[in-house]
C-alpha cells in the first residue's frame, strides 16, 4: 500500500501478530489453582521496562491494590497505556515508576479538576508523552491485537494533530484510492484487570459495562486478575456468557475485597471522595506526593493495612451504601430495579 502521510509519535508495545499467538498458544489450558497474592504477582511478573496497561475505565473499576503494590516494590522505567487512565496514571507516574506514556485521556480526574502531578512530571521531563491518540484508537490498537492482526483500518484520526502526535500511517486505500488510516495494534507486557468475580482458574466475570476489556484481556502478553471475590468454579458455569475473561488468558489471581478503593466498583461500592480529594491536595507539591506515599504505600505492607488506614470496614460499608443509593436514583432512567 501506498503510504501517504505517517504520524511522529513512537510505536511501542507491537509485536509480530504471529508471534503473540505462540506466547499466547504456550500457556497451559488446564484447569490449574492460580490463586496468589498482590505482592507475588507483581514481583513474578512486572519487570522494570514492561509496557503495562490496566483494565477499567477512569476512576471505575481501577485495579488499585495492584498499583499500589508496583508503587510499594518501586517498579521503573515503565511504559503505560493511558487509554482512559486519570488516577492510575497520576499515581503512578508521581511515583516514579512511570517515565513514558502512550495518551489519549490523561493528566486530568475528570470532573474533580486536572492532575498537577503528572502534570508537573511531564513539564519538568520526569515523564515523556510519547504518542497520543483517541480513546476509539486506543481501544481498537487492542482490537487489532486480540484479532491477530497489526493494525486496524479506521477514518478515526485523520486531518487531526492527534494523528500527527501517534504512531499510526495515512496509506491509500486499494480499493476506493482514497486515504485510510492505520492504527498499529498494542500487545501490553503486563496488564492488571479488577473484576467482581471469579474462580481460582481466572474465568473472570465484570458486572456493568465492560469498556474495553475485552480485547484487553487478549491483547495482553501476561493477565493478572484481581477480584472481590472467588466463587466456586460450578458457580461460574451456571452462567457462562458472563465470563468476559475465560482462564486460558489468566496468568495469576489474586482475591481482594475493594481492591479499586479509592475508585467506584460498580453495583459495589462508590467513590471515595474524600480520600481521592486528600491525594489532589497533597499531589501539588512533591513533598506532598511523599508524604501521601509514606502513609498509604510504603507505610503498610498489604493493601488490607491500607483499607483499614484509609477508614476500615465501617467506611467501606458506608461507601457500598452509597453506591445502593445511586442505583435507586439511576434505577428509573435505566429500566432496573430499586434494591
Not at 510505536?11 to 501478530?17: G, K, R, S
Not at 497520543?132 to 482490537?143: C, G, T
Not at 468454579?233 to 481482594?256: C, G, M, N, Q, S
Not at 445511586?326 to 428509573?332: F, G, I, Q, T, V
Amino acid at each position: 500500500m501506498e503510504i501517504l502521510d505517517e504520524g511522529e509519535g513512537e510505536l511501542l508495545a507491537w509485536y509480530d501478530p504471529d508471534e503473540h499467538r505462540k506466547w499466547i498458544a504456550q500457556k497451559p489450558r488446564d484447569l490449574r489453582d492460580k490463586r496468589m497474592t498482590i505482592k507475588e504477582a507483581v514481583s513474578k511478573f512486572v519487570h522494570d521496562g514492561d509496557y503495562i496497561a490496566m483494565g477499567g475505565f477512569g476512576h471505575i473499576r481501577v485495579p488499585m491494590a495492584a498499583i499500589y503494590e508496583i508503587i510499594r516494590q518501586k517498579k521503573r522505567n515503565l511504559t503505560m497505556a493511558g487509554k482512559t487512565a486519570v488516577h492510575d496514571s497520576d499515581i503512578l507516574i508521581a511515583s516514579g515508576c512511570v517515565n513514558k506514556i502512550e495518551v489519549a485521556y490523561a493528566f486530568g480526574h475528570e470532573l474533580r479538576g486536572l492532575s498537577p502531578a503528572s502534570r508537573r512530571a511531564v513539564e519538568t521531563g520526569k515523564c515523556k508523552v510519547v504518542s497520543e491518540w483517541s480513546n476509539a484508537a486506543f481501544q481498537w490498537r487492542f482490537l487489532a491485537a486480540a484479532m491477530g492482526l497489526p493494525f486496524i483500518p479506521t477514518r478515526v484520526l485523520l486531518g487531526t494533530d492527534t494523528f500527527k502526535k501517534s504512531s499510526a500511517k495515512v496509506v491509500k486505500d486499494p480499493f476506493g484510492g482514497k486515504p485510510i488510516c492505520l492504527v498499529p495494534a498494542c500487545f501490553p507486557d503486563v496488564v492488571f484487570m479488577h473484576v467482581h468475580r471469579c474462580d481460582i482458574y481466572g474465568n473472570a466475570q465484570i458486572d456493568g459495562i465492560i469498556v474495553e476489556d475485552f480485547e484487553l484481556a487478549r491483547a495482553a502478553k501476561r493477565l493478572i486478575i484481581t477480584t472481590e471475590e472467588i466463587i466456586d468454579h460450578e458457580k461460574i458455569r451456571e452462567e457462562p456468557w458472563k465470563t468476559v475473561i475465560p482462564y486460558f488468558l489468566v496468568d495469576a489471581v489474586v482475591e481482594v475485597p475493594f481492591g479499586a478503593h479509592p475508585c467506584n466498583m460498580p453495583y459495589l461500592y462508590y467513590f471515595d471522595e474524600e480520600h481521592i480529594g486528600e491525594w489532589l491536595r497533597l499531589s501539588k507539591t512533591e513533598e506532598g506526593v511523599q508524604e501521601y506515599l509514606n502513609k498509604y504505600v510504603y507505610g503498610v505492607e498489604t493493601f488490607e493495612e491500607y483499607l483499614e488506614l484509609v477508614g476500615g470496614i465501617k467506611k467501606l460499608n458506608y461507601l457500598r451504601r452509597l453506591e445502593k443509593l445511586r442505583e435507586k436514583l439511576y434505577a428509573p432512567w435505566i429500566g432496573g430495579k430499586s434494591k
